[in-house]
């Protein structure tokens, strides 16, 4: 009997540890448009979320802000009469690629800091037009205003609307931030210029391959109805250049036509779609597709020969996706005679060196203006993984065993 209430004393502890697990390992993904849809106040920049499709992206990304208006600061945006490709650009301007909770906001070392938004990650932001000047004032006032605003900050931090720590913070700012480059006419699907995109993100190379073999014509002809584009990055293209010359001229364009895909794809779509994807090289039997699939945060395309990595987003603009890569996609079709006879290591769950502190540093909100950088590892290990779904498993396997020595420990009791 004394045996009893120590009994009943653990079991409520593991139940606490218990609830703790099982509440980290179910924890899904924040969904933006599901915090927003509680506050009647900011339905306009909810419905404008979805509509732009930036939903998706928010809830893909981890370490994220995002820059509430209410719907009177949207009606000012709305009556600009924009196309929907700019206000998109302006909405993203109010992402904020880092984790500002409002004690963060308040204690900004040196009471001021830049900060990147999904604006700059589209490519499509002109110099450092991507990018928030976020300042402590007087009175305990926090200031927002795009880099390039002539030193005035008319936007102000109203409240906070919601706070997952580390993962995203909702916060309400007083008005929109006025950008004149977000806010530009962007140019219709049809006038990009596909290689120049690239060429401008270390893709020059493979820009230059698309217009001297004239498969350029097939990508820009796929424009209107979607396009995505998978870029290896100069580095990786080099080294790859004796197999490319060695193959037939009809099995050059193949190889290019390869690359691309006849559809609109976003890291969020990309992420959601694992399975095969056909390309702009697939004729009937000839069947040239490729997998893709999430391991966490990193997206990998799979053929039958290599496995490559999406390092950097070029464009992002519906209907026009592009990616840089750390491989050149090999199909079986091409490559088939040299599959080499050693097997590719198995994809162990590995956990590497890259913490998931150092994955958070890619947001450091200091840093200097610059695209995502793709890292240029032709020979990159293909068995590194994130280490988000070890933890993961880890987080689940202790809330099995907890939960079977709790059913023991009630079964005692
Ligand atoms: C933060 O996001 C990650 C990945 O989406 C998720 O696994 C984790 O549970 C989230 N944390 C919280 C506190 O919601
Ligand atoms: C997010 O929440 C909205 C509204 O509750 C829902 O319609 C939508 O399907 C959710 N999205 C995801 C990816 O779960
Ligand atoms: C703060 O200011 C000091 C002195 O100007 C500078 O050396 C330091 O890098 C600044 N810190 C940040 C985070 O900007
Ligand atoms: C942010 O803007 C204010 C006002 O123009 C300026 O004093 C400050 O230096 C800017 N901060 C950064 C990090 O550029
Ligand atoms: C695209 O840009 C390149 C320079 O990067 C230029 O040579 C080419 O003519 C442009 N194409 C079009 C269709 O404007
Ligand atoms: C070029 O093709 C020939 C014949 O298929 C092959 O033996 C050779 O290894 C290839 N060279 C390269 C660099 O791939």
Same mark, same amino acid.
């Given at each position: 009997?004394?045996?009893?209430? $120590?009994?009943?004393?653990?079991?409520?502890?593991?139940?606490?540890?218990?609830? *703790?697990?099982?509440?980290? $390992?179910?924890?899904?993904? &924040?969904?933006?448009? =599901?915090?927003?849809?509680?506050?009647?106040?900011?339905?306009?920049?909810?419905?404008?979320?979805?509509?732009?499709?930036?939903?998706?992206?928010?809830?893909?990304?981890?370490?994220? #802000?995002?820059?509430?208006?209410?719907?009177?600061?949207?009606?000012?945006?709305?009556?600009? &009469?924009?196309?929907?490709?700019?206000?998109?650009? @302006?909405?993203?301007? &109010?992402?904020?690629?880092?984790?500002?909770?409002?004690?963060?906001?308040?204690?900004?070392?040196?009471?001021?800091?830049?900060?990147? #938004? %999904?604006?700059?990650?589209?490519?499509?932001?002109?110099?450092?037009?991507?990018? +928030?000047?976020?300042?402590?004032?007087?009175?305990?006032?926090?200031?927002?205003?795009?880099?390039?605003?002539?030193?005035?900050?008319?936007?102000?931090?109203? =409240?906070?609307?919601?706070?997952?720590?580390?993962?995203?913070?909702?916060?309400?700012?007083?008005?929109?931030?006025?950008?004149?480059?977000?806010?530009?006419?962007?140019?219709?699907?049809?006038?990009?210029?596909?290689?120049?995109?690239?060429? =401008?993100?270390?893709?020059?190379?493979?820009?230059?391959?698309?217009?001297?073999?004239?498969?350029?014509?097939?990508?820009?002809?796929? !424009?209107?109805?979607?396009?995505?584009?998978?870029?290896? #990055?100069?580095? +990786?293209?080099?080294?790859?250049?004796?197999?490319?010359?060695?193959?037939?001229?009809?099995?050059?364009?193949?190889?290019?036509?390869?690359?691309?895909?006849?559809?609109?794809?976003?890291?969020?779509?990309?992420?959601?779609?694992?399975?095969?994807?056909?390309?702009?090289?697939?004729?009937?039997?000839?069947?040239?597709?490729?997998?893709?699939?999430?391991?966490?945060?990193?997206?990998?395309?799979?053929?039958?020969? !290599?496995?490559?990595?999406?390092?950097?987003?070029?464009?992002?603009?519906?209907?026009?996706?592009?990616?840089?890569?750390?491989?050149?996609?090999?199909?079986?079709?091409? *490559?088939?005679?040299?599959?080499?006879?050693?097997?590719?290591?198995?994809?162990?769950? !590995?956990?590497? $060196? =890259?913490?998931?502190?150092?994955?958070?540093?890619? &947001?450091?909100?200091?840093?200097?203006?610059?695209?995502?950088?793709?890292?240029?590892?032709?020979?990159?290990?293909?068995?590194?993984?994130?280490?988000?779904? @070890?933890?993961?498993?880890?987080?689940?396997?202790?809330?099995?065993?907890?939960?079977?020595?709790?059913?023991? %420990?009630?079964?005692? @009791?």
């Amino acid at each position: 009997m004394q045996l009893f209430p $120590a009994m009943t004393g653990t079991a409520a502890l593991s139940l606490l540890v218990l609830l *703790f697990f099982s509440s980290c $390992a179910s924890t899904d993904a &924040h969904n933006i448009t =599901k915090i927003l849809a509680k506050y009647p106040e900011f339905s306009t920049f909810n419905h404008y979320l979805s509509l732009t499709h930036l939903a998706a992206d928010i809830n893909s990304r981890e370490t994220i #802000t995002v820059c509430a208006v209410d719907n009177a600061a949207m009606s000012d945006l709305l009556s600009k &009469h924009l196309s929907i490709f700019s206000i998109k650009n @302006v909405l993203s301007l &109010h992402v904020l690629l880092d984790y500002f909770g409002t004690k963060k906001l308040h204690q900004i070392t040196n009471g001021t800091a830049l900060s990147a #938004t %999904m604006y700059q990650a589209t490519g499509s932001a002109p110099g450092s037009s991507g990018f +928030v000047n976020i300042t402590d004032l007087k009175g305990g006032k926090v200031g927002f205003a795009p880099e390039q605003n002539d030193g005035k900050l008319n936007a102000y931090f109203v =409240k906070s609307v919601d706070e997952i720590p580390y993962n995203i913070s909702v916060i309400q700012i007083s008005s929109i931030l006025p950008s004149a480059q977000a806010e530009a006419p962007t140019p219709g699907p049809a006038q990009l210029n596909l290689t120049a995109l690239m060429s =401008k993100q270390g893709c020059k190379m493979f820009a230059d391959l698309l217009t001297s073999s004239g498969t350029i014509n097939t990508y820009e002809d796929t !424009v209107d109805g979607g396009l995505t584009a998978f870029c290896p #990055t100069d580095g +990786v293209l080099k080294p790859f250049m004796p197999k490319y010359k060695n193959l037939t001229a009809e099995g050059q364009a193949s190889l290019l036509l390869y690359h691309g895909v006849p559809i609109y794809q976003s890291i969020a779509m990309l992420k959601s779609n694992n399975g095969v994807m056909n390309t702009l090289a697939t004729d009937g039997a000839k069947k040239y597709d490729f997998d893709v699939q999430n391991d966490g945060e990193v997206i990998t395309l799979k053929t039958k020969i !290599v496995t490559a990595k999406i390092t950097g987003t070029i464009l992002d603009e519906q209907p026009v996706a592009i990616y840089s890569i750390d491989k050149v996609l090999m199909p079986k079709e091409l *490559f088939k005679a040299s599959l080499s006879p050693t097997p590719a290591p198995a994809p162990a769950p !590995v956990a590497d $060196a =890259k913490s998931p502190k150092a994955s958070k540093a890619h &947001h450091v909100y200091a840093s200097p203006p610059q695209p995502d950088s793709p890292d240029e590892q032709p020979a990159a290990d293909q068995t590194a993984d994130s280490s988000g779904s @070890v933890r993961f498993d880890g987080g689940r396997l202790i809330a099995v065993f907890l939960s079977v020595w709790l059913g023991a %420990m009630l079964l005692v @009791v």
